[in-house]
């Protein structure tokens, strides 16, 4: 069965500064996708990163890259050079390519604060 | 531009009455599903459907029901309407492949009293 874990509830950082959130999954499909979503204050939420489980490269959009360790079943989010716009939270969320449905497998959640 | 529009954005109703949140997006996607958040939960899916007539189950359908009218169209029914549906609701759509992500609504927040 498929299943996201975040077992981080909230982290809080200095601005400027890089913070790592953890993802773990699990799945038996051997194709799956990996997403990151921002949730924002106002509930608004937005699609950030994917990671595609058949490449080794990292994912990488503007200060958000992703750290994919596929024999741990881990998808870290890290965000680099921190404002305190990216105060939020954010989910992870899996599909596996066999899935009819399309539906995403969303973990908990952790909530970022950024400190000036 | 492509979005999703949910309505109301708020909705206050009484234990055992009827309530229908809309959904209508503008991305020509096929799919369209309906989750809820609840703290400590994350968003847990509700119904979703492939296109218009469709309708499938997703994990938590229990006193819920869904129709979808159009490609752009789906809607969110609580025909008796209890406080443990009080939540945040979120339609989102996507297309029909595997790496494709999904757009949100803004949500509707339903309290039931």
């Known amino acids: 069965a498929q299943k996201v874990t975040q077992t981080q509830t909230s982290i809080s950082v200095m601005e400027k500064t890089t913070v790592t959130m953890d993802c773990v999954y699990e799945t038996q499909d051997s194709s799956y996708f990996l997403f990151w979503y921002k949730q924002t204050a106002s509930g608004e939420i937005v699609f950030l990163i994917r990671?595609?489980?058949?490449?080794?490269e990292n994912a990488t959009v503007g200060h958000y890259s992703l750290n994919f360790q596929k024999p741990k079943s881990s998808i870290g989010l890290i965000i680099t050079a921190t404002q305190i716009e990216d105060s939020a939270v954010y989910f992870c969320a899996m599909r596996e390519a066999s899935s009819g449905s399309w539906q995403l497998i969303f973990g908990s959640g952790t909530q970022l604060t950024v400190m000036p | 531009e492509a979005a999703v529009t949910q309505s109301p954005r708020n909705k206050v109703t009484v234990t055992g009455g009827n309530v229908t949140l809309s959904c209508r997006q503008t991305n020509s996607h096929n799919y369209m599903y309906w989750y809820r958040q609840d703290t400590g939960h994350g968003l847990r899916l509700i119904h979703y459907?492939?296109?218009?007539?469709?309708?499938q189950i997703g994990d938590v359908p229990d006193g819920y029901k869904a129709t979808r009218t159009t490609q752009e169209d789906f809607f969110l029914l609580l025909e008796l309407a209890s406080p443990s549906q009080t939540s945040l609701y979120f339609c989102?759509?996507?297309?029909?492949?595997?790496?494709?992500?999904?757009?949100f609504g803004s949500g509707t927040r339903l309290l039931v009293i």
């Open positions: 459907s492939y296109g218009a007539g469709n309708l």
């Open positions: 990671q595609d489980s058949y490449k080794k």
């Open positions: 989102a759509s996507s297309d029909s492949t595997a790496n494709s992500d999904y757009t």
